[in-house]
C-alpha cells in the first residue's frame, strides 16, 4: 500500500503531540532550548533533531480590509465582532514531504537513501556517511547532517511502524485528527473533498498544498492550508534539483571542449610557429637530453 | 526571507572548507592531466609533460582525503563506491576521481621508472595509456564540480547551473598553468593557454556582473561578493593583461601566475560562502 499523511492545518490546535511521539518513538536526540520569540514555538523549523514540527504562524487583521475569512461577517449583515487588530493562529505539522521525485534520494551517492515500498524516502542510518549533499538537493529543506553525529536524518515515515501495520506515531498522537495517515489516493480525494466542505463554510482561503504539477510530482505530506504556502515557510513552486542535470552535463561538456581544445590548439599551435622552443616528440627529446 | 518570521526555507550547506579546497586541487590535477597528454602528442618537452603528470599525481592523491575529510562519517568512504549513480553528481564525482587518481599516479610513476631505469623497463606506453585515461577524466574531474553544485536547490548555484562547469574549468585550466609556471617552465603554449583561461574568466565575470538576477546578490554583496568578486579579478582580467605583456616581462607572467592560483582558490572559496548567503536568504 501506498502511504500518505495529510495535514488538515485548519484542524491543528498546536499542541506539538506529534512532535512529542515522533521524538519518543523515533528516540530523536534533543533539539535545543532556545527562546527564539516566534509566537509560542521556539523549534522554529524541522531539522536533523526535529522530524515533526508544528508552525504558529500568526495572523493580525487590521480594521475592516482584511478581516479573518468565515469569523467576522455573519451572513450579508454587519461584521460581528473581530473589527480591528483580529488575530487568528494557524497551525500546521511540519513534516518531509516524502516527494514522488525526492531530490535527496536522486542525489544520494552512497545509495543510503531509499524509497520504501510504503512511496516514502527513507534514509538507511548504517549506509548514510554524512556526505550532506541531500542537505543541498531537498528543495523544502527538510534534511540536515547531525553536527555530534555526523549522518544526515529527517522523518522515516516510521519505516519501522508501518512494516508492522502501525500508523506513525505522530498521527497516532493526533488528537483532533489534524494529521490522518492512510492510502495516498484516498487521502487525495478526502482533501480536496475538506477544501470544499471549508469553502462551503466561508473559508475561501483553503487551499491543497500537494505540488504535482511541478518537477516533484507530488509528495506524500498533503497539506491544507490557508492561504499561499509562503505564509507557512513551505515553497509554492518546488522543483526537483535533478531537472538542472541536462544543463550542469551540458555546460560540463562544453567546460570539457573548450579544455581539450585549448590545450591541444595552444601545444599545436606554439610548436608550429616557433618550431625551436618544442624540440620534436617526447621521446626523442628525452633520447637527446639523455644523450647531452 | 520566508512570510515565516523570516526564517530560511532552505538549509544551508554543511560543507567545510575542505570542499572549496578540493574543488582547488581536484580541478587544477584533472586540467594539469590534459596539460600532460596535449604536450606530449604535440610534442612538448619532456620536462613539462613529467612535472604535469606529477601536478596531476599529486593532486589525485590529495583529493581524496580532502572529501573523505569533510564527511560526516569519514569511516565509511567506501560507501561512495557502492553504487554508480548517473543521476548523482557526487556519485558520478565520486567514480571520476578514483579512476583519475590511479590513472594520474601511474601515469607519473610511468615516468619515472622510464626515467630512472633510462627507458629499459618497457612502461611507457603503459604510461602514456594512463596518462590518457587521466586526462579523459581529468576533463570531467575539473568541469563536474560545477554541475555537483548546479544541480542543488541553492539558487545562486542552481541558476548559474550552465555556466559553472566552465567558469570552474576554466579557473582550474588557469590554476595548473600557474603552478607549471611556478615550477619554472616557460612554455609559450602555457602562457596562451593560461591567457585562454583568464580570458574566459573574464567573460564569466562580465556575463555575472551585467546580470541583476535576484540569486546573484551573494556573488555581490557583503563578504562572499568581496571574495567572489576577488577572485573572478585575480583569475581574469588581471592575469588576462599581464599575460599578454609576457613576452616583454618576464616578471608579469609570473605575477599573472600568482595572481590565477589565488583567483581560482579565491573563486571555489567564494562560491561555496554564496551557497550558504544564497540559503540563509530563501
Known amino acids: 500500500m501506498v502511504t500518505a499523511f495529510l495535514t488538515d492545518t485548519t484542524l491543528c490546535i498546536g499542541c506539538k503531540a506529534c512532535e512529542v511521539a515522533c521524538k519518543e518513538w523515533n528516540q530523536v ?19 536533523h533533531s526535529t522530524w515533526r514540527h508544528v508552525k504558529f504562524v500568526e495572523r493580525m487583521f487590521d480594521g475592516a480590509s482584511a478581516e479573518p475569512a468565515g469569523l467576522s461577517r455573519a451572513s450579508g449583515s454587519e461584521p460581528r465582532g473581530y473589527r480591528s ?34 512511496g516514502g524516502v527513507y534514509i538507511q542510518p548504517d549506509v548514510c556517511n554524512g556526505c550532506g549533499y541531500c542537505v543541498v538537493t531537498c528543495p523544502f529543506g527538510v534534511v540536515d547532517r547531525r553536527p555530534d553525529d555526523g549522518r544526515a536524518f529527517k522523518c522515516t515515515f516510521c519505516y519501522d511502524r508501518q512494516k508492522a501495520g502501525l500508523q506513525p506515531a505522530c498521527a497516532t498522537a493526533c488528537p483532533t485528527e489534524s494529521i490522518v495517515f492512510g492510502e495516498i489516493d484516498e487521502l487525495r480525494v478526502r482533501a480536496y473533498a475538506r477544501i470544499e466542505e471549508l469553502r462551503a463554510r466561508g473559508i475561501e482561503d483553503a487551499v491543497v498544498y500537494d505540488p504535482q504539477d511541478t518537477s516533484v510530482g507530488g509528495t506524500h505530506a498533503i497539506f491544507v492550508l490557508r492561504g499561499r504556502p509562503e505564509e507557512y515557510n513551505l515553497p509554492s513552486k518546488p522543483e526537483v534539483p535533478t531537472v538542472h542535470l541536462r544543463d ?42 639523455r644523450e647531452r | 526571507m520566508s512570510d515565516y518570521y523570516g526564517l530560511p526555507t532552505l538549509k544551508q550547506p554543511v560543507w567545510t572548507w575542505e570542499v572549496p579546497a578540493y574543488f582547488f586541487v581536484g580541478g587544477a ?65 565520486a ?60 539558487p545562486v548555484w542552481s541558476d548559474n547551473v550552465r555556466v559553472l562547469p566552465v567558469h570552474f574549468g576554466a579557473s582550474a585550466v588557469g590554476a595548473a598553468v600557474s603552478i607549471l609556471e611556478l615550477l619554472g617552465h616557460r612554455d609559450p603554449a602555457l602562457n596562451l593557454l593560461g591567457a585562454g583561461a583568464a580570458a574566459v574568466e573574464t567573460l564569466v565575470g562580465a556575463s555575472l556582473e551585467l546580470s541583476s538576477r535576484e540569486a546573484l546578490v551573494p556573488l555581490k554583496q557583503d563578504w562572499t561578493g568581496a571574495v567572489v568578486r576577488a577572485g573572478g579579478v585575480l583569475s581574469g582580467p588581471l592575469p588576462l593583461a599581464l ?40
Not at chain 2, 560526516?72 to 549513480?85: A, C, I, S, T, Y
Not at chain 2, 590511479?102 to 619515472?112: L, R, V
Not at chain 2, 618576464?250 to 561555496?272: D, E, M, N, Y
Request: aromatic residues 8%.
Open chain 1, 29 to 47: 536526540p534533543s533539539d535545543g532550548c532556545t527562546f527564539t520569540g516566534f509566537s509560542y514555538d521556539n523549534t522554529a523549523g524541522l531539522g
Open chain 2, 29 to 93: 590535477a584533472g586540467a594539469a592531466a590534459t596539460i600532460a597528454a596535449a604536450a606530449r602528442m604535440a610534442g612538448g618537452r619532456p620536462e613539462l609533460v613529467r612535472d604535469a603528470r606529477w601536478i596531476a599525481a599529486v593532486g589525485g592523491a590529495i583529493s581524496p582525503p580532502l572529501l573523505i575529510g569533510d564527511l560526516g562519517r569519514p569511516e565509511r568512504f567506501l560507501n561512495m563506491l557502492r553504487v554508480f549513480k548517473l543521476q548523482s553528481p557526487m556519485s558520478v564525482g
Open chain 2, 95 to 154: 567514480w571520476t576521481l578514483v579512476a583519475f587518481s590511479n590513472a594520474a599516479g601511474a601515469a607519473a610513476f610511468a615516468d619515472w621508472i622510464d626515467r630512472a631505469t633510462g627507458g629499459r623497463v618497457p612502461v611507457r606506453v603503459i604510461g602514456n595509456a594512463a596518462e590518457t585515461v587521466a586526462a579523459a577524466t581529468g576533463l570531467v574531474l575539473s568541469t563536474y564540480t560545477g554541475v555537483l553544485i548546479g544541480a542543488t536547490a541553492i
Open chain 1, 85 to 118: 487588530n483580529a488575530f487568528r493562529w494557524d497551525f500546521s505539522s511540519d513534516v518531509c514531504k516524502h516527494c514522488e521525485h525526492a531530490g535527496c534520494l536522486e542525489a544520494c551517492p552512497t545509495g543510503s537513501i531509499v524509497r520504501t515500498e510504503f
Open chain 1, 248 to 289: 550542469g552535463w551540458t555546460g560540463a561538456a562544453v567546460g570539457a571542449g573548450l579544455i581539450l581544445f585549448g590545450t591541444l590548439a595552444a601545444f599545436i599551435g606554439t610548436s608550429l610557429t616557433n618550431p625551436g622552443t618544442n624540440p620534436g616528440n617526447s621521446s626523442r627529446a628525452l633520447r637527446a637530453s
Open chain 2, 243 to 282: 599575460r599578454l605583456m609576457a613576452g616583454r616581462s618576464p616578471s608579469a607572467r609570473k605575477a599573472a601566475a600568482v595572481s590565477t592560483i589565488v583567483g581560482s582558490l579565491l573563486t571555489r572559496v567564494g562560491w561555496l560562502a554564496a551557497g550558504r548567503e544564497s540559503a540563509a536568504r530563501t
